[in-house]
């Protein structure tokens, strides 16, 4: 019913506007030039309207939800990030201001006036020098210093940092820290199944006393390395607080270093929000389940990562160990996976 | 007339078999006709034939209507898509039974719908509007209308290829529209369409014989777009009337030109993506597959594909084909603001030039949408310094917009009002490109609300204010009526307004990192806190798709009842599609072609408000446009 009556409100509006055009139309018609000159100064005082409103609004707004956007960076390289942002939102900042200011301004000060012709001015080559030649040099300078930050941010890793393999499937995360020995074992997408869900070739030592938790662990300030991959589709690793973006492939493995610089206990308090966490999301479509593909993460201090760390078992010990999958393991597979080049995720 | 007018214009230029060509199709279509009957032949052929006139034209006029009324078809499809997907992102307790009705049950059981046909609501949104309205749409009506009307020529190059154009148009549209109603329904992978997610069929529910369909129904899509910008290249090339230099024509003929050129170069880059797709999908191959192991089916047989590579063909079509929809808008809204603040264009080599830069750069930063998949970081600073650099022609065009409408003697029309909002809208979304164009802050911004904001307002919204400034200016040569005015303004103020209400706050929600293209943000606490905004969002999105509405009842309404053109230039307008009958006929001109002296923007000049391009150079007169 309240859809019908919608509805209903919605053409009787629909047919007003237009009742009210029409009969404006006619009146406009009779008036001649004098109507179409009060067009165009109700438009032009409209204009100024808007814009004012428009950059008062644009400045509130943004002030309102300043607490909201560009969450506090949890990365050293998230503020790098944010410099780079904010350097870039103070130069557009201004272009911005000045040509809307321009726009409308000159949108309202120029409305037709009876009697008045347009002033010719068809081209000024040194107009066009400056304006080509100022966004030169400000697009230089974020060029350079954007590159700056790139070039550090997708540098090579640091000889100690820890590497954590983040795999996507349809549709959860699946994450193996390297054992004790602090190598991950190879790995081979022909050998997954339900329980080895990425097909961890334990015939390589490395791999026996790998760990699969459900929840990632980063020690705060420790350099990390994120070896990122896909067991079907594109998914893609995206952690906000850290300002992480990387595609997780299937066939392409793909990286990003980090380091974590605070603790979610810190961040709580940061935040305000006692119930504050870290998550993982999948921020390319992956299918129906993309927008649920999420897996915590906790930022710990050395001494949490500690107990942490010892409480996780082995994937081995704890879900491969004594079953009928131990065999399978170990069973002499054929010659095309055992030679097979490439599949080594943590290699590359 | 001979055949000489008709090649005057470019005889010099050009090599004999072009105007071999030229004469061929006079005898076939122009000179008995147009000489004998002066227009009354052509009402005669209506009543007779009436197929030929109204569905299997080759008038090019009545195929840029066929254009633009299918686009507008398309375009409250494709937006009505939107409004649904909305409100399951802003009021996703709403229940929606006519999804069920509509579609079929299983995609809303009980009102509520499902995350593969939230998937396929934004995969088909997409997909409609950026190829079937922002492409065909635009760059079909005013290529077709515009072409021969700006240079002066009786029709197309080749009229029946042009008609081959919208009829393969149709069929695309045909296809993609069953889609909807195949049981496993539409494409639901995203416009985009990366594999491995559309490369297997058991990957998503939209991924199943929707996606067969999506592929088929875009193969059609790009055959129809290559005849027509075969056509368009062409007919500018070899057909300008007598006196029309390329230095003078039309910022909007320009435009097309080279938006005629960026298509034929970049599209079939798209078909090859697609026709290796669709193997990899039906026959086995692995071109974008490798080492894939699908739960419910066990490890994949493809190896050695790449899915980058389907990435790069993509956007190699992909990021000029954002230039496709944007350089048609670029072109109508120089001589909508030309022509109503009754000053020349500002610059006019100087526009030219920045399309042409624009338009050779835009097949140098298709990357710039891959900052994040691992590309070389190398690669990825080439992109950047390449997609910042197509900032500056964009800044060229924006003070150079700005400079027309100053000092001008403004008449608000409501094209006039769109194509300043267009202005607006453009530099809006083009400083967020910069943002994005960065890649170490594209590493935050991508994939979020953030990149939906900037793409809506530079090439969607932006885009369509275009189109609205070209059909409300052009309508009276369309339909020898007039759009209603008043209805027009409203739809201006209510469609600029709501649309910054639309996608302004998305920026925000991109810096917080919620990503797109979620059904739901509830399962994250970091993205769940703009529940207000979201629906916020949504009325907006509503209320703009009620006022295009309001658009295409003028559209019809003005089509039978408008106001009456009773002068044959009632903009005042310089331009030589003016001097037309208000009803051309088929060939556009009664007598001879008309002969052009001056280009298109002596507005305001040596005193008088507008001097037409049909007047010649008085003795001593100078000139600024060649």
Redesign the interface.
């Not at chain 1, 008045?116 to 000024?124: C, I, T």
């Not at chain 1, 067991?231 to 594109?234: E, F, N, Q, S, T």
């Not at chain 1, 999301?281 to 649920?292: F, I, R, T, V």
């Given at each position: 019913m309240t859809t019908y009556l919608v509805i209903a409100a919605?053409l009787l509006i629909?047919m007003l506007?237009?009742q009210?055009?029409?009969a404006?139309?006619y009146i406009?018609?009779l008036r001649g030039e004098d109507a179409?000159l009060d067009?165009?100064k109700i438009?032009?005082v409209?204009?100024l309207i808007?814009t004012v409103l428009?950059l008062v609004g644009?400045f509130w707004?943004?002030w309102y939800?300043s607490p909201?956007?560009?969450?506090e960076s949890a990365s050293e390289h998230g503020h790098?990030?944010d410099t780079?942002?904010n350097i870039?939102?103070a130069?557009?900042g201004i272009?911005?201001v000045l040509?809307?200011a321009?726009?409308?301004w000159?949108?309202w000060k120029?409305?037709?006036?009876k009697g008045?012709?347009?002033?010719?001015?068809?081209?000024?080559n040194k107009?066009?020098m400056i304006?080509?030649v100022v966004?030169?040099i400000a697009?230089t300078i974020?060029?350079v210093v954007?590159?700056y930050?790139?070039?550090r941010?997708?540098?090579p890793a640091s000889a100690d940092a820890r590497v954590v393999e983040i795999t996507g499937?349809?549709f959860n995360w699946l994450v193996r820290y390297p054992g004790p020995d602090g190598k991950l074992g190879t790995s081979n997408?022909?050998l997954?199944d339900e329980t080895n869900a990425v097909?961890i070739d334990f015939k390589n030592k490395d791999g026996l006393d790998d760990v699969m938790p459900t929840e990632i662990h980063f020690e705060v300030n420790k350099p990390y390395l994120l070896k990122?991959g896909s067991?079907?589709?594109?998914h893609?690793v995206?952690l906000?607080?850290f300002?992480?973006?990387?595609?997780a492939?299937?066939?392409?493995?793909?990286?990003f270093k980090f380091t974590p610089t605070i603790t979610t206990d810190e961040m709580k308090k940061i935040t305000n929000n006692p119930?504050?966490?870290y998550?993982l999301?999948?921020?390319?479509?992956?299918?129906?389940?993309?927008?649920?593909m999420?897996m915590m993460v906790y930022v710990d201090t050395k001494e949490q990562y500690q107990v942490w760390l010892k409480k996780q078992p082995s994937f081995f010990d704890s879900a491969i160990k004594g079953t009928e999958a131990e065999k399978k393991a170990f069973a002499t597979v054929t010659e095309k996976v055992s030679t097979e080049k490439g599949?080594d995720h943590s290699n590359h | 007339m001979d055949a000489k007018d008709l090649h005057h214009g470019h005889s010099e230029h050009h090599s004999g078999a072009v105007i071999t060509d030229h004469v061929h199709y006079q005898d076939t279509e122009g000179v008995i006709r147009f000489e004998a009957d002066h227009g009354h032949h052509d009402n005669d052929r209506n009543k007779k034939n009436f197929i030929h006139t109204y569905i299997f034209s080759t008038d090019h006029k009545m195929i840029g209507k066929q254009f633009l009324i299918t686009g507008i078809i398309w375009a409250i499809i494709g937006g009505g898509l939107s409004n649904i997907f909305r409100m399951q992102l802003g009021f996703p307790d709403v229940p929606l039974h006519f999804i069920g009705t509509v579609f079929g049950d299983q995609w809303a059981p009980g009102g509520k719908m499902t995350p593969d046909f939230y998937n396929m609501l934004i995969t088909m949104h997409g997909t409609i509007l950026v190829f079937f309205v922002l492409t065909a749409g635009l760059s079909g009506t005013f290529a077709n209308l515009l072409i021969p009307l700006q240079i002066g020529a009786r029709d197309m190059a080749s009229p029946v290829l042009n008609m081959l154009s919208y009829w393969f148009f149709f069929l695309a549209g045909a296809v993609m529209f069953t889609s909807f109603f195949v049981p496993s329904g539409a494409a639901g992978v995203s416009w985009v369409f990366y594999p491995p997610l559309s490369a297997i069929r058991e990957a998503a529910v939209g991924s199943e014989t929707g996606a067969d369909l999506w592929l088929v129904s875009m193969a059609l899509f790009i055959v129809s777009s290559l005849l027509g910008g075969l056509n368009y290249i062409t007919t500018i090339l070899n057909l300008r009337t007598k006196g029309m230099s390329m230095a003078k024509l039309p910022l909007t003929i320009w435009a097309l030109l080279i938006t005629a050129i960026l298509g034929l170069l970049s599209f079939p880059v798209l078909l090859g993506a697609a026709i290796l797709l669709i193997f990899d999908r039906s026959m086995g191959t692995s071109f974008y597959l490798d080492k894939i192991y699908m739960s419910g089916i066990g490890a994949m047989p493809h190896e050695g594909g790449n899915p980058i590579l389907y990435q790069h063909l993509f956007w190699f079509l992909g990021h000029p084909e954002v230039y496709i929809v944007i350089l048609p808008a670029f072109g109508i809204v120089s001589e909508v603001l030309a022509v109503n603040s009754r000053k020349p264009i500002f610059g006019y080599r100087a526009m030219i030039l920045s399309m042409l830069a624009i338009a050779a750069l835009a097949f140098f930063v298709w990357a710039h949408h891959m900052f994040v998949t691992g590309l070389n970081p190398f690669v990825g600073s080439v992109f950047v310094f390449l997609t910042l650099l197509i900032a500056i022609p964009s800044a060229i065009k924006v003070f150079n917009w700005i400079t027309t409408i100053w000092k001008a003697n403004i008449r608000y029309t409501p094209a006039m009002m769109f194509s300043v909002g267009f202005v607006s809208l453009f530099i809006s979304g083009g400083l967020t490109g910069i943002f994005l164009g960065n890649s170490s802050i594209d590493i935050q911004l991508h994939d979020t609300y953030f990149i939906v904001a900037h793409f809506h307002i530079v090439m969607g919204v932006a885009a369509f204010f275009g189109m609205f400034a070209g059909v409300y200016h052009w309508f009276p040569k369309m339909y020898g009526r007039f759009m209603n005015r008043t209805i027009g303004f409203i739809h201006f103020w209510v469609t600029f307004v709501g649309s910054y209400c639309i996608f302004w706050p998305m920026h925000y929600q991109g810096m917080a990192g919620v990503p797109r293209r979620y059904y739901s943000h509830g399962a994250f606490e970091s993205f769940n806190k703009f529940g207000a905004l979201s629906e916020f969002i949504t009325i907006a999105a509503i209320v703009v798709f009620l006022a295009q509405l309001l658009f295409v009842f003028n559209f019809l309404y003005s089509m039978y009842r408008g106001k009456k053109v009773t002068e044959l230039n009632p903009w005042k307008s310089n331009t030589i599609e003016w001097t037309t009958p208000i009803h051309p006929g088929h060939g556009n001109w009664d007598g001879p072609l008309p002969e052009v002296h001056r280009g298109p923007y002596d507005y305001g000049k040596d005193g008088e408000d507008f001097i037409p391009q049909t007047v010649p150079m008085r003795p001593g007169e100078t000139t600024h446009h060649g």
């Open positions: 919605l629909g506007v237009v009210i055009s029409k404006n139309e406009n018609t179409e067009t165009d438009n032009g409209l204009w808007f428009f644009i707004s943004t939800f909201l956007f560009l969450p790098w990030i780079m942002f870039t939102l130069l557009t272009v911005f040509t809307q321009a726009l409308g000159f949108a120029y409305h037709g006036k008045k012709l347009g002033f010719y001015y068809p081209e000024n107009l066009e304006w080509t966004p030169a697009l974020l060029v954007g590159l930050y790139w070039f941010i997708t540098g499937k349809q997408w022909k997954i097909g990122i067991r079907d589709v594109i893609d995206g906000t607080h300002r992480i973006k990387m595609d492939m299937p066939g392409l493995p793909t990286h119930a504050f966490d998550e999301c999948c921020d390319y479509l992956c299918g129906k389940g993309h927008s649920a999420k599949s | -």
